[in-house]
């Protein structure tokens, strides 16, 4: 995501310096406009406002050093940008340690995949200071296509996750009723015709469903290792609020399955391996 995401910074002249914990994403960026730091300590001194998109709470604790004074040198007098998902509670800690270094926190999640990301076509949820909002959003606005403004921290994170749990609904559909499809031996493209004819068409099935019918889960766009993390912070955060979710319940069982077979690389549509191994034999009477 942080790729596609700087390069509509670059796309739109927005001054900006990069920095990955793997370097070798940055090389396409070296014949850009963009700087590439040496390390995060040199990117906070370049930077006032600093966009983060790194892969969990764990990676973002190890990056800004969280819990030593070097995290309180880092945030003092910066606005941080945290646009990856997280737990609610682990953002909402977040934001209290960073204030209490001087700096400033704006929520930013964002719904959307690579795609999305490649055309600036994200759908981004604030939450955070009105006034901290307010600043950044000039920044964010190359990078997005609608932007909703949840309220107080962790509102947008638990928007987030409350999107996500209807896309894996969809997803889990998709899943279901393309291996039924295909059981029954039906034609799939005119599957995927009917679908796009009537009220269920969505950028999502136009998305992942030639990818699940073609078995194309190396063209990954969010994998099955990030559902699944996803899907165990909305169970976690919906048993915070009391929510019953068996729907998402039953979805992380089969995508628990996908990591165990060894899965996790691939696209989420590789989800599909694991309904099609419990297929039954069909029955004769």
């Not at 940055?26 to 700087?35: E, L």
């Not at 009537?198 to 990030?226: C, F, H, W």
Request: a negative charge.
């Amino acid at each position: 995501m942080g790729a596609p995401m700087a390069t509509r910074l670059i796309a739109a002249q927005t001054p900006l310096v990069m920095w990955s914990r793997s370097p070798a994403s940055t090389d396409p960026f070296k014949n850009t406009n963009a700087i590439i730091a040496d390390n995060v300590s040199d990117l906070f001194q370049r930077c006032q406002t600093v966009i983060l998109m790194l892969a969990n709470s764990e990676v973002i604790d190890v990056v800004l050093e969280r819990n030593t004074d070097q995290f309180t040198q880092l945030c003092k007098g910066h606005t941080l940008i945290q646009m990856g998902t997280t737990p609610p509670e682990y953002s909402k800690g977040l934001e209290a340690d960073i204030q209490n270094a001087g700096g400033h926190y704006a929520e930013v999640p964002v719904s959307g995949s690579r795609i999305p990301a490649e055309n600036g076509e994200l759908a981004a949820m604030f939450a955070g200071d009105a006034d901290t909002i307010k600043s950044i959003k000039d920044i964010i606005e190359p990078m997005i296509k609608s932007s909703t403004y949840c309220g107080p921290v962790p509102s947008a994170m638990q928007m987030k996750l409350a999107v996500n749990t209807y896309l894996s609904g969809l997803m889990s559909g998709l899943f279901e009723a393309t291996n039924f499809a295909r059981l029954c031996g039906l034609d799939l493209e005119q599957f995927q015709g009917i679908l796009e004819a009537g009220p269920m068409n969505n950028n999502v099935m136009r998305m992942k469903l030639p990818m699940i019918i073609n078995e194309d889960y190396t063209s990954v766009q969010a994998s099955v290792y990030q559902a699944v993390e996803n899907t165990r912070m909305m169970l976690d955060a919906g048993t915070d609020v009391g929510a019953t979710m068996p729907s998402i319940q039953n979805a992380y069982t089969f995508q628990q399955e996908a990591k165990a077979a060894g899965l996790s690389g691939l696209d989420f549509t590789a989800v599909m391996e694991i309904y099609k191994s419990r297929n039954k034999p069909k029955s004769n009477s």
